[in-house]
């Protein structure tokens, strides 16, 4: 079965990018630009791990990392443009953080070595 990857940036081209990069090494894939859309989508459609921007307007990636971890465990990768905010988002809860802009092999990479430290089974659909 498919490991399921939700990307969440506000910058739909990156999510486009890595949506295209994912899909090609066999994730199934979800995109957002919506820090509210990405906490109903956590919720309902139960991804195996999450990329996350840090910096979005409204509901930020910090707002969704605070409120998914009251009720998941799901792997979080940050994606932030500000280094500086690694360390924040880690004490969130975050399982990992990827300084923009990156190279797109290399997340698809950390994706597969941060599923293969959780081994997280997600629910027959």
């Given amino acids: 079965m498919k490991k399921r990857v939700l990307v969440v940036d506000d910058e739909a081209g990156i999510g486009n990018i890595l949506r295209i990069k994912l899909r090609l090494h066999g994730y199934d894939v979800v995109t957002t630009t919506s820090g509210a859309d990405a906490i109903e989508i ?9 990329l996350l921007d840090i910096l979005m ?7 969704v990392l605070k409120e998914v971890r009251t009720f ?24 990992d953080a990827i300084a923009k802009p990156f190279d797109p092999d290399y997340l698809v990479e950390k994706v597969g070595s ?12």
């Fill in 57 to 63: 307007p409204g509901v930020t990636g910090a707002d």
């Fill in 114 to 125: 941060v599923l293969a430290k959780t081994k997280r089974q997600r629910p027959k659909d």
């Fill in 42 to 50: 956590i919720r309902s459609k139960e991804p195996d791990i999450v």
């Fill in 72 to 95: 998941s465990q799901v792997p979080i990768i940050i994606l932030t443009a500000k280094p500086d905010v690694t360390q924040f988002a880690m004490k969130l809860g975050a399982n």
